[in-house]
């Protein structure tokens, strides 16, 4: 019985920057892999980071540079914070996650099993 609950959202000017938190229940041990998706309107979700559970990342190209993920094992929660936003990085965001050692394909949607309800992000030129 995972949750994963989102927060953060909200609507910010471009070039502004937010700090989106997930936290989760259910998992063990900090074993997990987490990842922030996004999708807007018309398009399909996609990827913009994860961390596996050495800590290991992978950012979409789109995001690298500007956004960074990190969790807090202690606290079963996930962060992402994200600078310099644009008005392309409109979308809703979700937090997702697994109970797994690693993953070959830590971007892709069906790695996950578990996922939140979003939050809503709009940047404003």
């Known amino acids: 019985q995972v949750q994963l609950v989102e927060s953060g959202g909200g609507s910010v000017q471009a070039g502004g920057s937010l700090r989106l938190s997930c936290a989760a229940s259910?998992?063990?041990?900090?074993?997990?892999?987490m990842a922030w998706f996004r999708q807007a309107p018309g398009k399909e979700r996609e990827g913009v980071a994860s961390?596996?559970?050495?800590?290991?990342?992978a950012y979409a190209g789109s995001v690298k540079g500007r956004f960074t993920i990190a969790k807090d094992n202690a606290k079963n929660t996930l962060h992402l914070q994200m600078n310099s936003l644009k008005p392309e990085d409109t979308a809703m965001y979700y937090c997702?996650?697994?109970?797994?050692?690693?993953?070959?394909?830590?971007?892709?949607?069906?790695?996950?099993?578990?996922w939140g309800r979003g939050t809503q992000v709009t940047v404003s030129s």
């Open positions: 259910g998992y063990f041990y900090g074993r997990y892999s």
């Open positions: 961390i596996d559970p050495t800590g290991s990342t």
């Open positions: 997702a996650a697994v109970y797994a050692v690693n993953t070959a394909t830590p971007l892709m949607r069906n790695e996950y099993k578990y």
